[in-house]
């Protein structure tokens, strides 16, 4: 008699003799056939089988006069059922974070050493955040297959739960794996920015204030018509940048983002204008009268700032132009 007469490869089963001898017998002896070319003289043996097959068991009693045998035909099956294992285990959680609202994908690899799995996956309860594809699948001996966990970001948080792959042994064999989401804040400038510039020769120095939290950095470009101009990837903390070689009697247009971990950049940006430096088309005296005019190339002007020094006169605020009366030589 065979306690388990059928399982999985391996396959460990324990025999057991039922013979009734007589009470003077002394001469007694076994001979156990497991079918797979081993044999044992144990009363009640313990034997594995390490290949798939259906076995025919054989046992021979002896009583030091007779002998008695009994077979069984295909008692004992062995099956390659699926033994499948996971890039990731209960100990190696899959672990993602998302920056701010956006979805993220992860991979989970299945290794089958055992036999043909039919498998299906899933999580362990109902999760808005996390989808598991495909939902099933096939994997052949010494095979493997890929799922794809795909999370998308909700609200700010630490979000937890389990993906789950079953077999189709006959233990309805199945492996959890521990998933978590950090869903975190992109990093930002938050107002006030306190952007400014200063034009120099043929220099313009930008500075800024930092006032975001946790960036990697900072990305500075210069903007026109075409597009723009990555002038420098900044360290975090970095409050000050010189854009040298310019025409400053240009007008200039900057935008500065920041980044975190090169998953990409914040869709905040600040942009920085520095208006052309004014010409003056002429100057003009009618008597006591003096005319500024702007030139009219002078982009991004929006007037004059006309000032006297004799006399402590204010200063005279045009449009146009400016015109200073009472000027004597």
């Given amino acids: 008699m ?15 003799d039922l013979s009734i001898f007589k009470a003077d017998t002394t001469n007694r002896s076994w001979t156990w056939d497991f079918g797979d070319g081993y044999q044992s003289g144990v009363r009640n043996p313990t034997h594995t089988y390490t290949q798939e097959g259906d076995y025919t068991v054989g046992l ?30 209960a100990t190696d959680t899959v672990d993602m974070e998302i920056v701010g609202n956006d979805v993220q994908s992860d991979t989970l690899m299945i290794y089958n050493p055992g036999g043909l799995a039919d498998l299906s996956f899933g999580t362990t309860e109902s999760l808005n955040w996390l989808s598991v594809s495909p939902a099933s699948g096939t994997v052949a001996p010494n095979d493997s297959a890929m799922i794809i966990l795909q999370f998308t970001s909700t609200d700010l948080g630490v ?3 389990s ?4 077999g189709n042994d006959e233990n309805n064999t199945s492996v959890e794996v521990p998933v978590t989401m950090h869903v975190v804040e992109f990093p930002y400038l938050p107002a006030p920015f306190r952007a400014g510039y200063n034009a120099n020769g043929s220099a313009i120095h930008l500075t800024w204030s930092d006032r975001s939290r946790i960036e990697d950095g900072y990305k500075l470009y210069r903007v026109n018509s075409s597009g723009r101009t990555l002038l420098w ?41 520095v208006p052309a430096k004014p010409e003056l088309a002429s100057i003009t005296r009618n008597g006591d009268v003096v005319t500024l005019t702007p030139a009219s190339t002078s982009s991004g002007t929006s007037g004059l700032w006309a000032e006297r020094w004799q ?13 200073i009366g009472n000027i004597r030589d």
Avoid at 2 to 16: I, K, L, Q, R, S
Avoid at 163 to 166: L, S
Avoid at 311 to 323: E, I
């Fill in 2 to 16: 065979a306690d388990d007469p059928e399982g999985g490869n391996p396959h460990t089963v324990h025999f057991t």
């Fill in 60 to 89: 021979t009693v002896g009583d030091g006069q007779n002998t008695y045998n009994l077979v069984k035909s295909n008692y004992v099956t062995v099956r390659n059922y699926p033994n499948f294992l996971l890039s990731r285990t």
């Fill in 159 to 161: 979000y937890t739960g």
């Fill in 163 to 166: 993906v789950i792959v079953y």
């Fill in 233 to 273: 990837t900044a360290p975090p903390n970095a409050t000050a940048f010189t854009d040298a070689d310019v025409d400053t009697n240009q007008t200039w247009q900057y935008a500065i983002t920041t980044f975190l971990n090169s998953r990409g950049e914040s869709p905040v940006e600040i942009t920085i204008t």
């Fill in 311 to 323: 006399n402590d006169d204010p200063p005279v605020l045009g449009g146009n132009s400016v015109s």
